[in-house]
């Protein structure tokens, strides 16, 4: 397994929905450094491949996903929560640190809840906590 | 072919629209400002990390595909000269120039970047983006022959003729939906909206969240004050608008989530109950620490800290408190050009300046005909729209499906025409009747032995019979029934449940004095007539909150029983749920006729004593223990939220929610569908137990059976998950992951499979597989981890 560098872009995961909020994003400078896969439902994300991409040297992985009772597909995001704390889980023990991998619940309206996120991210990751 | 007019670019202007051009019409929606969408621009979402079911993102979805339909024509900035409605409807307009035909449009930004003074915003909210112009910047408003936005659209969608241009629209009906105007806090001068700083109305409130975390500053102390221009008989507002106290605690709600150190107070008269997750809501909310304050704050003024002093009445005498913010929720008032439009469509307007039509083409829907919440007014356009076909206006050309590019095949799956409808209640009738006068078979069947009062000729009729088993999937569904004939085989294409609820029943035991409200009426009849006068009670809100449905049965029975001689009658409650016109006309004639109204606050006892019922509760105005001795006491209906029929669930194949009714769909899709395709749900076995409300569902409903059976085939696009038949171990997880239940086992394959035209595409049972056998056509692994820009430095 390759050190983790800050080579790469960090990875957001997000429905939908929640790439509505984040094509919304006015400052498109935050967007920097960030590379968007969008998925039909959050629920289609796997631990496999959120390992996958921190194999592949991303920094950190964002997944977005619609607030609670409001997942077209039911319980979607439910998964998907349980999917990203497993992961963390997982890096925790093989020894690169949880944290690595975040969950935020965001509407198609939310933008400004987005670019809060990404702040925060984007201080997480200079800062060297990661 | 018919064309139609709607007034009002709204939500509920919009859905209507959008209806009627899926069924084959062509509309032309005229709209007096320069923005689509009306009040929703201005709402936020106002989730926290749960969704409460505000219906603004689903609203914004909405807009943006009916805008996008090249049935519908919006007409921005346009305004109504003259009508003549004699034979046909001829409407005289005046737009302002530029319009955008957003049919042809790309959103490009083109003519924004063309603009040489810079007219043009483009605004996006989720899924919905427009370009509004301002017309006091615009060159061709100044006189000048400026048409660069017109020749730099590479579609073709802009449209200039002149700054101004006239036109004829003649329609067949027209819909008016103009929407309303908040309730000017102005107007009470003492509550000091634009008077003191640090007032804000809920609107500006919604319109400050919608890009920002906090009010003014965070940590801050906000009190919401409700019912501002809404049951006010001074101001001529008798009625509750029924959305505030909705917003007022999803935004209260909403700003102590995003951060925890906000003080905030709720001063109220009654809250409403808007949604059937409220108990759960309400008791959410006070658990987060929000203060709820019975007493409307008479007097704001700022006081010597700096801070907004509030004078509230309490109980005889006066308190008061200090706030560093003010949210004031005005209710909902008539729109601005509401008596422009109602004279020229000859619009008849009741005492609070809600319209109604007279005329038979016109058509009234939305907030300018009543108090609506969103999904409400979304629902009501649908019913309008229903009744439109239903006058003969309704022949439309059969809407061509254009075949959008894909790479996938498209497969046409016949569907089968006849409906079964489960449950004989008035949901069930209803959408039986509905479904029968559009011409479909209708079986309908009921467990029980009734009855029915109306007339159902034509609709197969079966009492005393069950759904034992379904199989397949929407358009074919294939059902055994018990009847007392044997078990028949039926074949359907879509089922409505409509079974009602269980009838759990309260924890507080109905014997001797104390009787269940449905039956207080014939036991006070029954008991043998005395000389004095007897105090009869009416308890409500014993263990969850009242629905309007509830309330509405209490204040009958009330006012029934007092108007027989010598009775008192006592209600007893926390609320009093009237959130519609008729409610708060049946509240105010039962005070009138002498019913009293005690509420209490905390725990209330009843007991029986053998002659009486002894009531004892805490007064909050008295601030004490209030013993009342009564003979007869009945107590609602109880045990709110009743759970649908478990087995029946299990049958149909779909999800209950927390309180073990069946889950109305997320709100993304429509009102009365489920999670599997093909299976609607209606009435109380879906939490809604009001009646106008269950009629009014019933018809969107029918509506939609109608739109989704109509065509006589589904366009399949067949993109679908694909199982691996080599790595599929039969582990049954993606049935039992899939929330449409869209996958089968293929016993000849030995292999999991799914239905076409189930499939959502969502990709949950990709993710859940363990053997990963499932892929997701377009969203293969490799494919999503492959990046243009992978090796881009951070």
Redesign the interface.
């Known amino acids: 397994m390759p050190e983790i560098t800050k080579t790469r872009k960090a990875v957001i995961f997000c429905c939908e929905n929640s790439s509505l909020a984040v094509n919304a994003v006015k400052d498109t400078r935050l967007l920097e450094g960030f590379e968007q896969k969008v998925l039909p439902c959050s629920g289609k994300l796997e631990v496999g491949l959120i390992l996958k991409c921190l194999e592949r040297e991303h920094p950190f992985i964002l997944v977005l996903a619609c607030p609670l009772d409001n997942c077209k597909y039911l319980k979607g995001n439910m998964r998907a929560r349980k999917r990203v704390d497993l992961a963390n889980n997982i890096c925790e023990e093989i020894g690169i640190g949880g944290g690595r991998v975040r969950m935020d619940y965001v509407s198609s309206l939310d933008a400004h809840k987005v670019e809060r996120i990404l702040k925060e991210v984007r201080e997480q990751i200079q800062g060297g906590l990661i | 072919m018919s064309k139609f007019l709607i007034v009002g670019a709204g939500i509920s202007g919009i859905s209507a629209a959008e209806i009627l051009a899926r069924k084959g019409h062509y509309v032309e929606i005229i709209e007096s400002t320069g923005a689509i969408g009306g009040k929703v621009n201005g709402y936020?979402?106002k989730?926290?990390?749960?969704?409460s079911?505000c219906g603004?993102?689903i609203a914004?979805?909405s807009l943006a595909g009916a805008i996008r339909n090249s049935r519908i024509r919006t007409r921005t900035s346009a305004t109504i000269n003259k009508v003549i409605n004699n034979h046909s409807l001829d409407v005289w307009i005046e737009q302002k120039n530029p319009q955008i035909d957003y049919s042809k449009c790309s959103f490009c930004d083109s003519c924004v970047n063309s603009c040489p003074v810079g007219c043009i915003t483009k605004t996006?909210?989720?899924?919905f983006t427009q370009y509004i112009f301002d017309h006091e910047k615009c060159l061709l408003h100044k006189g000048k022959a400026c048409s660069q936005c017109l020749e730099n659209c590479p579609s073709g969608a802009v449209e200039i003729n002149g700054a101004v241009s006239d036109m004829k629209i003649s329609a067949a009906a027209a819909l008016i939906a103009i929407g309303h105007e908040n309730y000017d806090a102005r107007n009470k001068v003492r509550l000091g909206y634009g008077r003191l700083e640090n007032v804000f109305t809920g609107s500006d409130v919604e319109e400050i969240l919608?890009?920002?975390?906090y009010l003014y500053r965070s940590g801050e102390d906000v009190a919401f004050i409700q019912c501002v221009g809404s049951r006010d008989p001074e101001a001529g507002r008798n009625f509750c608008s029924s959305v505030c106290c909705s917003y007022a605690l999803r935004l209260a709600r909403v700003l102590k989530y995003r951060n925890k150190d906000t003080k905030i107070t709720i001063y109220y008269i009654d809250i409403q109950n808007f949604d059937k997750t409220f108990t759960a809501f309400r008791n959410e909310l006070e658990g987060m620490g929000i203060d709820f304050v019975r007493g409307i704050p008479f007097s704001v003024e700022r006081g010597r800290t700096g801070k907004l002093k509030v004078l509230v009445p309490d109980g005889g005498a006066v308190s008061s408190a200090e706030h560093d913010a003010l949210v004031l929720s005005t209710g909902i008032a008539p729109a601005r050009n509401s008596d422009r439009i109602a004279d020229l469509f000859h619009l008849d307007s009741d005492e609070s300046g809600f319209l109604s039509s007279p005329e038979k083409n016109i058509f009234v829907t939305g907030t300018c005909s009543k108090p609506l919440s969103i999904l409400d007014s979304m629902t009501a356009a649908g019913e309008a729209v229903r009744f439109i076909s239903g006058c003969g206006y309704g022949e439309a050309e059969i809407p061509e499906i254009t075949p959008h590019e894909t790479a996938f095949e498209v497969r046409d799956i016949p569907l089968r025409r006849d409906v079964l409808v489960i449950g004989a209640g008035p949901a069930g009738i209803c959408t039986a009747s509905a479904l029968k006068l559009m011409g479909y078979p209708v079986t309908l069947i009921d467990k029980n032995n009734i009855k029915p009062e109306e007339d159902l000729a034509g609709v197969d009729f079966i009492t005393g019979s069950e759904l034992v088993s379904l199989d397949g999937s929407v358009g074919n569904f294939i059902a055994d029934i018990k009847t007392p004939r044997g078990i028949m085989n039926f074949n359907f294409g879509v089922i409505v449940a409509a079974t009602g609820t269980e009838n759990n029943g309260n924890t507080v035991s109905k014997k001797g004095n104390i009787v269940s409200l449905d039956r207080l009426g014939e036991a006070v009849s029954a008991r043998k007539r005395r000389r004095e006068a007897s105090a009869v009670a009416i308890v409500l809100d014993l263990e969850i909150d009242e629905t309007r449905a509830s309330t509405e049965t209490a204040l009958k029975t009330a006012l029934e029983i007092q108007e027989r001689e010598r009775y008192q009658v006592f209600i007893f409650c926390k609320d009093m749920r009237v959130a519609s016109p008729e409610l708060e006309r049946l509240y105010q004639s039962s005070r009138d006729s002498g019913v009293t109204i005690i509420k209490y606050s905390g725990r209330l006892s009843v007991e029986d004593d053998g002659s009486g019922v002894i009531i004892e509760f805490d007064d909050p105005y008295l601030n004490r223990r209030v013993v009342v001795q009564c003979i007869i006491a009945g107590i609602s209906p109880g045990g709110i939220p009743q759970k649908a029929d478990p087995a029946l669930m299990k049958l149909l194949g779909i999800?209950g929610d927390c309180y073990g009714q069946i889950?109305e769909n997320?709100?993304?899709?429509f009102p009365a569908g489920t999670?599997r395709p093909g299976v609607f749900a209606l009435g109380s076995c879906r939490g809604e137990h009001f009646g106008p409300q269950i009629l009014l569902d019933a018809g969107a409903a029918a509506r939609s059976i109608d739109e989704l059976i109509a065509p006589g085939i589904i366009k399949v696009e067949l993109s679908n998950v694909v199982v691996d038949q080599d790595k599929c171990i039969l582990c049954l997880t993606c049935i039992r992951?899939c929330?449409?239940r869209a996958m089968i086992i293929n016993s000849e394959k030995g292999c999991a499979q799914s239905i076409a035209e189930v499939c959502?595409?969502?990709?949950?049972c990709?993710?859940?597989c363990p053997a990963?056998a499932i892929v997701?056509p377009g969203?293969e692994?490799t494919k999503?981890?492959e990046?243009a820009?992978?090796?881009?430095?951070?």
């Open positions: 936020a979402c989730a926290t990390d749960s969704c079911r603004v993102c914004n979805t996006t909210r989720g899924e919608s890009h920002q975390d999800t889950q997320n709100v993304h899709l999670n992951s929330p449409s959502q595409k969502c990709g949950i990709v993710g859940e990963k997701l969203y692994d999503i981890l990046s820009d992978d090796a881009g430095n951070y």
